[in-house]
């Protein structure tokens, strides 16, 4: 079983519509973050949560909310989707105490807004 | 805002020695990183060296740092064609466990 596990995988959604990516992990790391990659821009930051109590938007926070709903589940919403939010997400853990510099991430979810 | 760039692309034919290269901003940065996605997967971590290290070694790969130039540089020895995939250069921004990504560089190996 993986570490971290996104659900959906794909999803294909219509504009104006809300969504929830969901993310969890086994790992007992008390850092969560979620990150989009676009083709030719590499992966950006968009909100990040050190523990359970504590969330911080990160470099494209706009038109995106999360929720850290136990230091294992950490969740991405898009409130009203857009079609410039089509793009492949994914979460990532770590843990300096514990899991050393690395951050482990999920296998991302394919978002299509149409 | 802090950045970290690279060549899009490098293509190589198996064998040869492939060499990635990355230039970062932030000077602060406690580790600098190369992850690897092959298609459809999530990013691998494939080494990391420590600021105060100008080079590590681990089998195939060699990362050459240069924190004067701030230049980041993954040498992959005896290229394989599994090796084709895209490779990410990362710093770990203000020490803070958030990773600045370049935008990737898509090694094409040729047989």
């Known amino acids: 079983d993986a570490d971290v596990t996104q659900t959906p995988r794909n999803r294909i959604t219509k504009t104006g519509k809300r969504i929830m990516l969901e993310c969890s992990q086994t790992?007992?790391?008390?850092?969560m973050y979620w990150y989009r990659q676009d083709p030719g821009l590499g992966l950006r930051l968009i909100y990040y949560?050190?523990?359970?109590?504590?969330?911080n938007k990160g470099e494209i926070s706009d038109g995106y909310s999360v929720s850290r709903q136990a230091q294992a589940k950490f969740s991405l919403s898009l409130e009203s989707a857009i079609p410039n939010q089509t793009a492949l997400y994914f979460c990532?853990?770590?843990?300096?105490?514990?899991?050393?510099?690395?951050?482990?991430f999920g296998q991302g979810t394919r978002l299509t807004v149409v | 805002g802090e950045d970290v760039e690279q060549s899009l692309f490098l293509s190589v034919r198996e064998g040869d020695s492939s060499v990635i290269n990355c230039t970062y901003t932030?000077?602060?940065?406690?580790?600098l990183y190369w992850y690897k996605q092959e298609p459809g997967a999530g990013l691998q971590l494939l080494t990391y060296?420590?600021?105060?290290?100008d080079m590590k070694q681990d089998q195939r790969l060699t990362v050459l740092l240069n924190k004067k130039d701030k230049h980041l540089s993954l040498r992959i020895a005896d290229t394989q064609t599994g090796d084709s995939a895209i490779y990410f250069c990362?710093?770990?921004?203000?020490?803070?466990?958030?990773?600045?990504f370049g935008q990737g560089t898509e090694l094409s190996v040729k047989p």
């Open positions: 949560s050190f523990d359970v109590k504590d969330i």
């Open positions: 990532a853990t770590s843990d300096p105490r514990t899991g050393g510099p690395e951050a482990f």
């Open positions: 790992k007992g790391h008390d850092r």
């Open positions: 990362a710093e770990d921004y203000n020490q803070g466990g958030k990773l600045i």
């Open positions: 060296i420590f600021s105060n290290m």
């Open positions: 932030d000077s602060s940065s406690t580790y």
